[in-house]
């Protein structure tokens, strides 16, 4: 099983050793998480919008929190960054859920973070939610709008995890893996544990898989060539 930094640290690290798409079969996305971009209530924005007119009437004065140099929720914000032509100021923490807390705490002005994790602080009014980082809404919640619905729909950053076989595994295999995979993720039961925590099930044949996985290369590694983001 892999998840976004499979394909995130070979772009951040040239020594990592492997090649994410030629040294694995994909077999089966089995699940995604949403990310959502929060803040704090102090911050005069109340969509997507007016957060990024706010960052540029006021370059380096915005903040937003991390996970770390390479994390999804660094990478994201460097999107949203790239995208929007704004200057915003990263501050590393030592996980999301640090990065989360310092938001609460008023540390910091931003974070995106997984829609699960966000969603408590968001009912209670202690944060605010500005869009769902993904081309669907977030069963989470349901009442804030993904990035498309603000006009951005290029900026999407979920967390999902992926079935990988080692390079070369006969087809045979990989398809009666695919299928198998795709069924248990979407039995009755599975399905209302990931509900529970804001996660849908994957679905998808290898190829899907194996073109999702593409696409996260290709747009976390031009990211981190932009902002010349390197591991620390």
Do not use: C
């Amino acid at each position: 099983m892999a998840a976004p930094p499979v394909v995130i640290n070979p772009h951040l690290n040239p020594k990592a050793g492997y090649d994410p798409l030629r040294d694995f079969s994909a077999v089966a996305l089995l699940s995604s998480i949403p990310n959502v971009l929060v803040v704090h209530p102090r911050i005069a924005a109340a969509s997507l919008a007016e957060l990024v007119q706010l960052a540029r009437g006021a370059p380096g004065k915005l903040t937003y929190g991390s996970g770390g140099v390479g994390s999804t929720n660094h990478l994201a914000a460097e999107l949203l960054k790239s995208m929007t032509r704004t200057d915003i100021l990263h501050v590393p923490y030592k996980s999301a859920t640090v990065a989360l807390t310092g938001l609460l705490g008023g540390e910091i002005d931003i974070v995106i973070v997984a829609a699960s994790s966000a969603a408590p602080y968001v009912k209670d009014g202690r944060l605010r939610a500005l869009a769902v980082l993904d081309a669907k809404r977030s069963s989470a919640m349901p009442d804030v709008p993904t990035s498309a619905e603000a006009r951005m729909p290029q900026l999407l950053a979920v967390n999902w995890s992926v079935l990988l076989a080692p390079a070369g595994t006969p087809r045979a295999i990989i398809e009666k893996l695919n299928a198998e995979a795709v069924k248990a993720m979407n039995a009755p039961d599975l399905r209302e544990r990931l509900a529970a925590i804001g996660s849908e099930p994957g679905s998808g044949s290898p190829e899907d898989t194996a073109a999702f996985l593409r696409r996260e290369s290709e747009q976390w590694g031009k990211v981190i060539r932009e902002a010349g983001i390197k591991a620390e």
